[in-house]
């Protein structure tokens, strides 16, 4: 109601572009790109290696286990959505530089982030980047053999199979 039902285009900060191969890429996306790759391997880091991350861990195996040792599972949780909403914020913005904003487009981008925790094992951060690098290869890959429209339909077609034949994932625990 506020800004109208027309998609939003964020305009371009940096201009310029890098050729490598025969692929062609803007200064932008590299940018976005090497932000994604560091914030995902501190954020692995964080998780494995943080005091945080361990408290949080184990909150997350058991939390009654965690409150008898002196941990605040309320707290933690707390921290924890904080820290992942603060992270799909970034992501937010990544996406909106790229491709800009429309009405309705996140119901989308939920179904296909599920689609990726499925694949790679939810709870699994290694998980999740794998299945999404999966499902977008099986997505191409659709698009290359029959039709660019059906690139949906073949990534709901990996899942569906995931989920048949193996629905903790590629990484899920039991």
Do not use: C, H
Not at 51 to 80: K, Q
């Amino acid at each position: 109601l506020l800004f109208g039902s027309q998609t939003k285009i964020i305009p371009t900060l940096l201009e310029g572009s890098l050729a490598w191969g025969g692929a062609q890429m803007t200064v932008q996306e590299v940018i976005m790109i090497i932000a994604s790759l560091v914030l995902s391997v501190a954020t692995g880091l964080f998780w494995q290696s943080s005091a945080f991350g361990r408290s949080a861990r184990a909150v997350a195996d058991n939390e009654e286990v965690a409150e008898i040792v002196g941990l605040n599972a309320r707290r933690i949780r707390t921290l924890t959505v904080t820290v992942a909403s603060a992270l799909a914020g970034v992501a937010g913005i990544f996406f909106a530089i790229e491709y800009g904003l429309q009405p309705g487009l996140t119901t989308a981008l939920a179904i296909k982030a599920f689609g990726r925790a499925v694949v790679g094992g939810m709870g699994s951060i290694p998980g999740a980047i794998v299945g999404s690098f999966l499902l977008d290869g099986a997505e191409v890959t659709g698009a290359w053999f029959w039709n660019s429209a059906y690139k949906e339909v073949v990534s709901f077609m990996v899942v569906f199979l995931f989920l048949l034949y193996r629905p903790r994932g590629l990484f899920g625990r039991k």
